[in-house]
């Protein structure tokens, strides 16, 4: 009963400081913003929020942290928009989504099948908002008991986890995990005042910057990539009938929507699980279950429920691992960890007891913003399909533009601008050779972090590697990590990962 | 001889080479001992990695089905690099609305067939965006024209 009284009160204060204007007013902007990168194709979430923070850096960090949030739910809700009407992803978290979503479409159901998409969302955003303001502070008040053996161990399997659920190779998300470990620890080092790696240039003491990556990494490599393949036209779907689904929609897409969320909240915890991988999850599930699994791929409802809760559900979850234990279990949530820095605050399991307003303001922001969407989205479905003919031609120098100045603008210095292209080129190159840029991004965020508490547990033990073994947390992380690895490379698992890679 | 050169011998070698330059430029790094690590500790040992790594990843490239490297087209790549690199070195000596037109009219080089005169009234209206947003709005330091008398 105190917990419930106690929850309460944390949520009433939320609620106090999400609905400011000025917060409410950011939330709107956020979920606007998503959707329309959501909905185009060709932009992510992940580059949208890199160029967004140098504008945060003028913002409270908890106004910062809600638009930023708003940018990527948004985005799931816009993706499945176009997912549903273009038969074209506009993010590979709707890629499933297509399949029936597309076919409901040209039956003439669009409507239904935008109005169920949009409502097993909120349905998984709702519980997921509450499943982060119970687990959230659960978590952190474990964490408070970590020292740093512990810490390197969480991150140690943070990043095993990253690589497992990283696509395609998995020594090569390793290897992408080590390079951004070691690019994470060019510049000055704090222990020693020594410089590592800078060459002499100036704009490397301080370490490289971890916007111009990001936006290099994701942002203009993947402009490079869609200019070279603009191949696509899926043909627009008309909205003919009533938006409203029907009663037997409903009954089909409800239990779909609960499974999509729990996968969704589940898999959105574990470090690399981000969005895509539970919608593919939740649909094979789903036309597992199904009694009749040849409806799937004809239009079958649970196909557009369960992956759209899913992704909505994994999107965030992310945050609890991100608030309580400050570690970033995927990209996007490394941009925030990089965004709450911009500030000042230092992410970790204190995050929550010393800033109270951040946690729960944002929590409740984020229910505010799913009701949002629904409410926003469904009547302006007729403007996202008018953006959808938008050539391309005219805004992807628009998007550079924006890259370059935000990217100026957070050291004012020309030298990050060129970091900015050097990471771009880099992206284009790794992705060309099938490494993924994701988990160099979380070895970059974590780097710093790692080398820090690998330092003062070593020194500690006095070089005594067992200090990991010896502490039960950091024993029992470090044996789930090592389980975790085996698991997938059992012939079976590795088999069936390589064959949904190919999907 | 192409059969050799596919996504995972690239890789392996590409990892090989960071690896290996990072050891070579960090041999003058104070490596330390596990209870008092220097500041090449951490950074070595992650270079290492990578040579091993990179070995690991190009002994998979002997496979015969190891994927092969898709083409990529020049073009949209340099395009790309260029355009920021354009906004990179103007902005400070010419300022944001002719950094913006030459990084506009550098990314327009990505797609062939584009008439440069179409570019100039898009970037003339993202010019006036980024003035209204970041110069006006946020008040960053940054002017819009060449500054005269070399200030």
């Known amino acids: 009963m105190d917990l419930l009284t106690a929850l309460l009160g944390n949520l009433a204060q939320g609620f106090v400081v999400a609905m400011t204007p000025v917060n409410l007013g950011l939330c709107l902007v956020g979920c606007l913003l998503g959707t329309l990168v959501g909905v185009l194709p060709g932009i992510g979430p992940t580059a949208t929020i890199a160029m967004l923070m140098p504008i945060t850096f003028y913002l409270e960090p908890t106004g910062a942290l809600i638009m930023l949030a708003g940018v990527f739910y948004g985005s799931q809700y816009g993706g499945s928009t176009t997912a549903i009407l273009v038969n074209l992803p506009g993010e590979s978290s709707s890629v499933v989504t297509c399949i029936d979503g597309h076919a409901m479409a040209r039956q003439g159901r669009a409507g239904a099948a935008l109005a169920i998409a949009a409502l097993a969302s909120l349905f998984a955003g709702t519980v997921t908002t509450l499943a982060i303001a119970i687990g959230g502070p659960a978590i952190a008040s474990v964490a408070l008991l970590f020292q740093s053996p512990d810490y390197v161990a969480v991150m140690v399997l943070g990043l095993v986890a990253a690589i497992v659920l990283a696509h395609g190779s998995l020594v090569k998300a390793m290897a992408m995990i080590v390079l951004g470990v070691f690019v994470g620890l060019i510049g000055t080092d704090v222990t020693t005042g020594e410089q590592r790696f800078t060459f002499g240039i100036d704009d490397l003491f301080d370490g490289v910057g971890f916007v111009p990556v990001a936006m290099g990494l994701f942002g203009l490599s993947e402009i490079m990539l869609n200019l070279e393949s603009r191949a696509q036209d899926g043909g627009l779907a008309r909205l003919r009938d009533r938006l409203w689904p029907s009663r037997d929609d409903f009954r089909r897409a409800t239990p779909a929507t609960v499974r999509g969320t729990l996968l969704g909240i589940v898999m959105g915890i574990l470090p690399g699980g981000g969005s895509t991988i539970p919608s593919f999850a939740s649909y094979s599930m789903e036309k597992k279950l199904a009694r009749d699994p040849l409806r799937f791929g004809q239009g079958a409802v649970e196909g557009v429920a369960g992956p759209e809760a899913a992704n909505n559900a994994g999107a965030q979850a992310g945050f609890i691992p991100m608030l309580a234990l400050g570690i970033p279990p995927n990209a996007i949530m490394a941009l925030l960890v990089g965004a709450l820095m911009i500030h000042g605050i230092q ?58 100045v935000g990217v100026y603008s957070l050291r004012n210095s020309m030298m990050e601008v060129v970091f900015m292209a050097v990471a771009g080129v880099a992206g284009y190159v790794l992705r060309k050779l099938g490494c993924e840029p994701a988990p160099l991004l979380l070895g970059l965020i974590l780097g710093p972090m790692l080398e820090e508490n690998f330092r003062r547990s070593l020194s500690v033990s006095g070089g005594d590697y067992m200090i990991f073994l010896q502490r039960p947390i950091s024993a029992t992380l470090l044996a789930a990590a090592v389980l975790l690895l085996a698991f997938v490379l059992l012939p079976g698992v590795r088999h069936q990962r390589e064959r949904l890679r190919d999907d | 001889m192409s059969r050799w050169l596919n996504q995972d011998t690239l890789a392996g070698a590409l990892f090989l080479a960071i690896g290996a330059g990072g050891l070579v430029a960090g041999r003058s790094l104070n490596v330390g001992t596990a ?49 920021v690199l354009a906004f990179a070195f103007a902005l400070e000596p010419l300022g944001v609305v002719i950094a913006i037109f030459a990084s506009a009219l550098c990314a327009a080089r990505a797609v062939p067939g584009v008439a440069l005169r179409s570019v100039l009234l898009p970037a003339a209206v993202l010019s006036l965006a980024v003035l209204a947003i970041f110069v006006w709005g946020l008040g960053l330091p940054l002017h819009a024209l060449p500054r005269l008398g070399g200030g």
Not at chain 1, 373 to 402: C, D, E, K
Not at chain 2, 49 to 64: D, K, N, S
């Open chain 1, 347 to 404: 992410p970790g399991p204190q995050i929550i007891a010393r800033q109270p307003e951040l946690f729960w303001g944002l929590v409740v922001s984020m229910w505010i913003g799913n009701l949002m969407l629904v409410v926003l989205n469904l009547p302006l479905i007729g403007l996202w399909v008018r953006l959808l003919q938008m050539p391309y031609r005219y805004l992807y120098p628009a998007i550079i533009v924006f890259c370059c």
């Open chain 2, 35 to 83: 209870d008092a690590m220097g500041e090449g500790y951490v950074p070595l040992a992650a270079c290492w990695l990578m040579v091993g790594l990179g070995l690991l990843i190009a002994a998979g490239g002997v496979r015969a089905s190891a994927p092969a490297v898709e083409p990529g087209r020049l073009r949209p790549l340099l395009a790309v690099t260029a355009a």
